[in-house]
């Protein structure tokens, strides 16, 4: 089974992609799960529904352009940390209710935890494309995925206004899940930023190691 990274010149069919394959079916079933195992159903398809549109543009251009297999993995695991999230609200989810009583925090932590993901997890497959689609220059391929990264982390904190003030304020703080925090959405975009620099760093310092 060919496992290819942002730097290898290959890509596999999807019906010869194993790799692919396995990662899509271990999400679906998860998603499945959270669905028919949420506590909040409302807020389930609220926070699903950019996920619902990211799955449908990398399936729709998946004919022009296939990420790499390291990509696909780190884009797969951040939608599971995402959507086990929603399962249950990230303000009430049991993990991050472990975390806060075993190491004594002062509040749920687990949307912190994805909101780093989400630089961490997906600066990578973002200077997959930039590299592989675009053809940019090196350093344009390292730099843009940390810029994009924090434009997407102010501009997902706008997404949350929106829905939780104007659309459904209703639900609002269900799924803000800011707990009582005023400085919530800096914290969270500062997250987003630290982990996209953090992996672009961990990957440019392997390269120069390794040599590839």
């Given amino acids: 089974m060919q496992f290819t990274t942002a ?5 596999l069919h999807f019906s010869k992609n194993l790799f692919l394959k396995i990662c899509l079916g271990l999400f679906l079933c998860l998603w499945i799960f959270t669905l028919v ?23 729709l251009s998946y004919k022009k352009f296939q990420f790499s297999n390291l990509s696909y993995l780190l884009i797969t695991v951040y939608l599971c940390l995402h959507i086990y999230g929603a399962m249950h609200t990230y303000a009430l989810n049991p993990f991050g209710f472990w975390l806060q ?13 994805v909101h780093f993901s989400f630089g961490f997890l997906l600066a990578y497959p973002m200077r997959d494309y930039f590299k592989n689609w675009f053809e940019w220059p090196n350093w344009v391929c390292w730099v843009l995925p940390c810029e ?34 005023i400085w919530d959405a800096q914290k969270d975009m500062g997250l987003a930023f630290v982990g996209a620099i953090l992996i672009m760093l961990i990957v440019f310092t392997l390269k120069k190691v390794f040599g590839k």
């Fill in 101 to 113: 009583e075993t190491f004594h925090l002062a509040r749920n932590h687990y949307d912190r935890i």
């Fill in 37 to 59: 195992k949420t506590s909040n159903l409302g807020n389930w398809f609220i926070e699903n529904s950019l996920v619902f549109i990211f799955l449908g543009g990398l399936i």
């Fill in 148 to 181: 994009i990264t924090l434009s997407f982390g102010g501009m997902y904190e706008l997404i949350e206004y929106a829905v939780a003030d104007i659309f459904f304020p209703s639900m609002g703080g269900d799924y803000l899940g800011s707990q009582g925090d």
């Fill in 7 to 11: 730097g290898s010149p290959k890509r």
